[in-house]
Each structure stands twice: as C-alpha cells, then as structure tokens.
C-alpha cells in the first residue's frame, strides 16, 4: 500500500474556519509556572488515544478538540528531513509496507531517505498486539509519517499563533548510531525554529538533557523542557549523567529540579507517577514549569484517572496525554477554563 503525495496534501489543504481572537496565552505563558490559574492541555503524539499517532489526521482532530499545545516528537532522515516519529525506528506495532504487510523490524529512521519513509502506512494499530489494547478507541486511517514543517504549517494555518508546539528530540545516548548527534540536532531544529518564527511559542523537550544545553547555546531563549522518570534520569549515586548532560545526583542533593535549574532549563517534566509534592513546590520556587505526562504502556491503560485527579489538585501547570478529550472534561469539572477548538471543515 504505497502512499503518495496526495494522500497528504488532502489532510494540509482542507478548507477550515478559524475562530476570531488575537490573545494568544501559549505566548503569555511559554516557559512559566502559572500559579495555579491555569493547567494546560498538551495532546500527546496529537492524541493518539483517538487518532493514529502523529499522523496528519491526529492533528486536525487535535485541532478541533482544541488544545494549548500540540505534542510532536522528531527524527532526522538519511538525507537531512525533520520527521515526526516517535521511535528510533518504524514501529513494529503500527507500520504496514506499500503491499500492506506489518513490518517485522525497526527499520531505523536515520538510515532512510523521507521517499522510503513515504513509502510506509502510520494510520492502524496492529491488531492483537500489547500495543493496541492500550488505545481501544483509535481510529484507523490511511496515514504516513509527516515532516515536521508539514504539522507546523498546517497547525499555523488552522489555529493562527493560538496553539503552541511541544517538540521533543528523539535519540538515545547509549544508541548513538541510530540517530543524528545532540548538537547536530540542536542545529537543525534551531534553524527550522527561526525560519518559522516559532520560537516564543515552542518548548522543546528531550529526556537526553544534552540535547536541550546544545540548543540553548544556541539560543538561550528557547524554553528546554526536561523530561525525566525514574528509568532513564536515575536520583542515586548509580547514575553516570549518561541522560543528565553529566550532572550527578548527589551534586543537587538528590533533586532533579535543581539539576535542571543549574542547566538553565525553563520546564521540568517528570513521569506523573514520580512526581511529589515537594518536588513541585521546590520546582515552582525555582521558577520552572512542571509539566507531567501519563505512560499508558507503564500505567497500563490510557488514562490514568487517580494520577490526573493529584496532578490537578496539585496544581501542577500543564498534562501531556493520550486522551486530551477526558482531560478536557476533568478540568472543567474542577473549575479551569478550557482551550477552545477550531472549526475545520471536510474528514
């Protein structure tokens, strides 16, 4: 099942309404604890809770549902392409070749050419596997893996400067071979950052905290997210700063928020589950954004009520999740008002 050009060009060039109003909040509030006025809503890989992930469909459906930020993760390819993809590789559990059949192995991102990756269908879930049981409610549609500046114009062109993007770096420092560099990363999404003058309303994130130093040499005013949890960011006197950019714990006094303070981070972005309330206050004291997100394939389930219920009442500043939708309707139960979602005509 090959997919061309047309297939995407459908999902970028649908006619759409836009909803009037010139304030934009992402752009107020980019980078900065919101004191309890506020809990922002990002969509996890577009909301793959409901659409196939990352796919140009999950973005309009973001869109329309309404969101404070779209979620991306980025690839580079054999020949220098920005691509949103979660995984090092083509994903096992989601991939069928052009004649239709699943994929047998992670073909890696970074070896293939933006042509080859067309070649791949993204838009259904692998039936019976693990993988899918997490996500009973995803639609199934012809999709493939966009490029970055595809989502990025297609989001502008829907939402104006209302909606912000959240861009994570995808590597793996102990699998070097299988992605570009920290820096030549940082290089290539600082670029593209600038040409598309959306820098004041980006977060870019990275559990490799290396990523996120090289970027911000660069460009001091980025707003770096620092993702952790408690299997790759280790508090102990085991962890080596392989994904620390080599900070060790016991230099912070065991406190991951004062390592990403050192390191000039604007946001901190723990595994909800790890999250303590105490790690909050001294965040917040610091000055830096708490933002948590859910792990269906660790939570064991795609939503995590109890979890998202402590997370409001903590007040944190904004939830990444797979279910926008539900979160939606929590936080308007608890009194926040809600990002407002676009009119979008056509599928």
Known sequence: MRLNKSLLTGWLFMSILICSGDENSVVKYNGVPLQGKSIQVYSHRAGRGLMPEQTMPAYVEALRLGTDYVDMDIGITKDGILVITHDLGLNPNLTRDENGK??????????????????????????NTKYASYFPHQRSVDACIPTLKEVVDYVKKVSGRKVGFQIEIKNDPTKPALTATPGEFAKALYKFMKEEDIIDRTEVQAFDWQCLVELNKLAPQIKTAYLSDHTTEIMDDTESGTWTAGLKPKDYGYSLPKMIKHLGGYCWEPFEADLTQKDLDEAHKLGLKVVVWGWPEKEGCEFNYSEVEKMIRWKVDGIISDRPDILKGLLAAHGYNLPQGFIIEGN
């Open 102 to 127: 699943w994929i047998a192995e992670a073909v890696p991102i970074y070896s293939m050419t933006l042509a080859e990756i067309r070649k791949y269908n993204v838009g259904m879930l692998r039936p």
